[in-house]
């Protein structure tokens, strides 16, 4: 099905633009964006720089992506964004390009980012992550598959946050958050295995109950985090989320916030 671009719209003529695509009033495209099959783009839009949309995004009213990084150390260099298919970007929304081809920013497939939300350069977002109403994330951030973070938190740049956790709004995230935990607060505070996630993500009550083990030696025995480690190695089955679990704490540069 032919693309249907707005009059007022402006699309450069060398953005690679694919079929049954629609671009509405006054959105802008520029030279070196690529943009899927099936993608939405609503009005006042702005897509600029190196950038790649996959098919069957919809991209809502006044989000601007591809800018340049936020990052005074940023020359020009040549950058880019990729995100992932059948991801939504709503109102608002703004997503800086990479500072750098090493690392492109990158959001995964199936992605909502809510209105308001910021994604700074170099971020990597994994698939099927719900990042809500005015999340801030700072640059070279890691977030793994399947995380939901709540609305009106900041997250310090560096940070990893692990796959299937859940984060509360009104937090304020300066650590790593391990993975299929949940948690809140200023400082941020766990306070349990992600019980709702992992069930609706249809994960074994076998592994929901190995995995509160894990997380009971981890943060309520009182150990430091190589005891915690040690002794999650020596008494809990190694299942894949275990292993998993173990990778991501030693793997951590800033700490796991606790």
Same mark, same amino acid.
Request: charged share 20%; glycine share 10%.
């Given at each position: 099905?032919?693309?249907k671009?707005?009059?007022?719209a402006?699309?450069d003529?060398n953005?690679?633009?694919?079929?049954?695509?629609?671009?509405?009033p006054?959105s802008?495209?520029?030279?070196?964006?690529?943009?899927g099959?099936?993608?939405?783009?609503s009005?006042?839009?702005?897509?600029?720089?190196?950038?790649?949309?996959?098919n069957n995004?919809?991209? @809502?009213?006044s989000?601007?992506?591809?800018?340049?990084?936020?990052?005074?150390?940023?020359?020009?260099?040549?950058?880019?964004?990729?995100?992932?298919?059948?991801?939504?970007?709503?109102e608002?929304?703004?997503?800086?390009?990479?500072?750098?081809?090493?690392?492109?920013?990158?959001?995964?497939?199936?992605?909502?980012?809510m209105t308001?939300?910021?994604?700074?350069h170099?971020c990597q977002i994994?698939?099927?992550v719900?990042?809500?109403?005015?999340?801030n994330?700072?640059?070279?951030?890691?977030?793994e598959?399947?995380v939901s973070?709540?609305?009106m938190?900041?997250?310090?740049?560096?940070?990893?946050?692990?796959?299937y956790? @859940?984060?509360g709004? @009104?937090?304020?995230?300066?650590?790593?958050?391990?993975?299929?935990?949940k948690?809140?607060g200023i400082?941020y505070?766990?306070?349990?295995?992600n019980s709702?996630?992992?069930?609706?993500?249809?994960?074994?009550e076998?592994?929901?109950?190995?995995l509160?083990?894990?997380?009971?030696i981890f943060?309520?025995?009182?150990?430091?985090?190589t005891?915690?480690v040690n002794?999650?190695?020596?008494?809990?089955?190694k299942?894949d989320?275990?292993?998993?679990?173990?990778? @991501?704490?030693?793997?951590?540069?800033?700490?796991i916030?606790?």
């Open positions: 099905m032919k693309s671009i707005h009059p007022t402006i699309v003529n953005a690679e633009i694919e079929t049954n695509v629609v671009i509405g006054y802008i495209i520029g030279p070196e964006v690529k943009i099959k099936g993608v939405k783009i009005s006042n839009v702005l897509i600029d720089g190196r950038t790649t949309i996959g995004c919809r991209i @809502f009213h989000a601007v992506i591809g800018t340049i990084p936020q990052d005074l150390k940023y020359k020009g260099e040549n950058s880019e964004v990729i995100i992932g298919e059948g991801t939504t970007i709503r608002f929304v703004t997503i800086n390009r990479s500072t750098s081809m090493d690392h492109p920013t990158k959001i995964g497939k199936n992605c909502l980012l308001y939300s910021h994604i700074a170099d994994g698939n099927n719900i990042i809500a109403n005015c999340v994330l700072g640059g070279h951030i890691l977030i598959d399947k973070i709540g609305g938190t900041p997250i310090h740049q560096f940070v990893k946050i692990g796959c956790s @859940f984060i709004g @009104f937090s304020r995230i300066a650590q790593d958050v391990a993975p299929y935990t948690g809140t400082p505070k766990s306070i349990g295995i709702i996630g992992l069930i609706r993500n249809n994960f074994s076998r592994t929901r109950s190995i509160k083990k894990v997380y009971k943060y309520n025995s009182h150990l430091n985090t005891q915690a002794k999650i190695n020596d008494e809990i089955e299942i989320e275990v292993v998993h679990f173990l990778e @991501f704490v030693k793997s951590s540069e800033r700490g916030a606790k």
